[in-house]
Each structure stands twice: as structure tokens, then as C-alpha cells.
């Protein structure tokens, strides 16, 4: 089992910048490739950002390149989501998520081996 538990969510104004964390526990953390999600109000959960095991390959919606980074420190059990530019469309419920494999099932199917609790961020226009 791994345990997946959120934090930094919060309001913020568009333009402006948060950062998630996500920090881990059970099971060793560097042998999941990690994942972010997010779900807004009335629609379903779309992926967000992917990072390997080892934090040398990442993967990132359209909706966020070049705005969103996704990092992983290993020695911490943590990953974290550094979100700039934020926009009132980014309001959402964002989950943290784990992943047997780094592959793209993770960035077309809303399937993960464990779910953080999400934590909501809210981008005021």
C-alpha cells in the first residue's frame, strides 16, 4: 500500500503561482512513477503531469506545457507540481496519484495504483 497525502492547494489570483506537494509513504517511493490529476466542479478527472521513477522523463497536458512543472525528490518521499501563470480554467480538485510503470497509460486513461485525497486550488480571475 502506499499512502498519498496533498497539500499547498489554495486561492490564488490568475497570473499568480502555487506549488503542490504530495508526500508518500508505505511502500518505497522510487519505485513509482508519479502522477497529477485534477477534477473541476461538474467534470470528470483529466490528467494533468506525469514523472518517472527516477525524475528523468516528465509528461504534461497541452493545457499546461510551459506553465506547469512536475519535480520528484526521492530522499523526501515527495513530489511537487509548480504551477505559474495560473488561470481561473486551472480551478480544480488536484490528486496526486502512483503508478506501477512511467507509460502512457498513465496520460490517456484516468487509471492509477493509488490516489492521494485531492487538494483544491482555486484561481480567482
Known amino acids: 500500500q502506499v499512502q498519498l497525502v496533498e497539500s499547498g492547494g489554495g486561492l490564488v489570483q490568475a497570473g499568480g503561482s502555487l506549488t503542490l506537494s504530495c508526500a508518500a509513504s508505505?511502500?518505497?517511493?522510487?519505485?513509482?512513477?508519479m502522477g497529477w490529476f485534477r477534477q473541476a466542479p461538474g467534470k470528470e478527472r483529466v490528467f494533468v503531469a506525469a514523472?518517472?521513477?527516477?525524475?528523468?522523463?516528465?509528461n504534461y497536458a497541452d493545457s499546461v506545457k510551459g506553465r506547469f512543472t512536475v519535480s520528484r525528490d526521492n530522499a523526501k518521499n515527495t513530489v511537487y507540481l509548480q504551477m505559474n501563470s495560473l488561470k481561473p480554467e486551472d480551478t480544480a480538485v488536484y490528486y496526486c496519484?502512483?503508478?506501477?510503470?512511467?507509460?502512457?497509460?498513465?496520460?490517456?486513461?484516468?487509471?492509477?495504483?493509488?490516489w492521494g485525497q485531492g487538494t483544491q486550488v482555486t484561481v480567482s480571475s
Open positions: 514523472i518517472s521513477w527516477s525524475g528523468s522523463v516528465s
Open positions: 496519484s502512483a503508478h506501477y510503470r512511467y507509460s502512457s497509460t498513465i496520460w490517456s486513461s484516468n487509471v492509477a495504483d493509488y
Open positions: 508505505g511502500r518505497t517511493f522510487s519505485d513509482y512513477a
